[in-house]
């Protein structure tokens, strides 16, 4: 159906149904191509203001405030498009089409035992991450549901690189609920990549995961909640991994007419013919790859 026969109200519901299909990093993209399609700069200014608002809370937008990383998610929205950093303790706008922070309001926050744990949190979660990751964030966010009060922490490290024709992203968030004893850890990983030459290929893998870690003091539970986290992301990195390698000798079975022994090594072409005491022409040589390299998109 043309775009020109459908009713207004139509058209937003179709314009926000794209832009929150975007992937991470190119949610700009879409948008000016939206907008040579549209030609309605106010209806698609303020349909991209919205869905870029639901694309950061989705894919954890990073942002930086006064030297400081901030993440932005569901868990530190404040209504009305705005955001809340703790660190900074301010409040936003966003707009991810300029890219830009707007009308920025200062609060307070109270400062208690949580606050205090919050902060010894991501200490320990800041040098996990600048250890394992190439350029990751990460935040750790106080909420409080029916007078309990939980620790949310968030990681996220991305590579968009439109030149080499694929985006990739890993994000992560943990929560806890701040008892005495024991505490309940639940998480959720989550890695996208997109691949745009020749063909069109989406990778979404994520995994839930619910741990318990005992409660003797805030430094303890801070170091043994970030071993959690970086034990339970490598077991899910190996596991991608070795996933990613079977699909990968599984497409190769397929291409090969014989089902032939996959070495993984390199033959020497030029090595065997000159044993053979065998000439090559200068611009003739023979190369057969034993591996089929899918994507290098996993950070």
């Known amino acids: 159906m043309s775009l020109c026969v459908l009713s207004r109200k139509e058209k937003e519901r179709v314009i926000r149904r794209l832009l929150i299909q975007a992937p991470p990093g190119e949610f700009v993209n879409a948008f000016d191509d939206l907008c040579l399609l549209i030609r309605d700069e106010k209806l698609m200014h303020h349909q991209g203001e919205c869905a870029g608002h639901q694309h950061c809370q989705k894919y954890c937008v990073p942002l930086c405030i006064d030297g400081n990383p901030v993440l932005l998610s569901h868990h530190n929205v404040m209504g009305d498009f705005r955001f809340f950093d703790y660190q900074s303790k301010l409040s936003f706008r966003f707009d991810l089409l300029q890219n830009q922070l707007r009308d920025i309001q200062s609060h307070g926050i109270i400062r208690n035992e949580t606050e205090y744990l ?79 030459r020749c063909v069109n290929l989406h990778i979404e893998v994520s995994k839930d995961l619910k741990e318990s870690l005992e409660v003797v003091n805030q430094a303890q539970l801070a170091l043994s909640f970030a071993r959690l986290v970086e034990e339970q992301e490598n077991k899910f990195q190996t596991s991608v991994l070795e996933e990613l390698q079977e699909l990968s000798n599984e497409a190769l079975r397929k291409i090969l007419r014989r089902d032939l022994p996959v070495t993984r090594t390199l033959i020497d072409w030029q090595r065997i013919l000159s044993d053979l005491n065998l000439v090559m022409y200068p611009k003739l040589g023979y190369v057969i790859y034993s591996r089929s390299v899918l994507c290098n998109w996993i950070i």
């Open 118 to 196: 919050r902060s010894v949190v991501l200490c320990a979660l800041k040098l996990y991450v600048n250890d394992h990751y190439p350029n990751g964030n990460c935040n750790v966010l106080r909420k409080t549901v029916k007078t309990k009060e939980f620790l949310i922490a968030c990681i996220e490290d991305h590579s968009y690189d439109n030149g080499d024709c694929w985006n990739g992203l890993w994000k992560s968030k943990w929560i806890f609920q701040v008892n005495p004893f024991l505490t309940q850890v639940t998480g959720r990983i989550f890695v996208q990549a997109h691949f745009f």
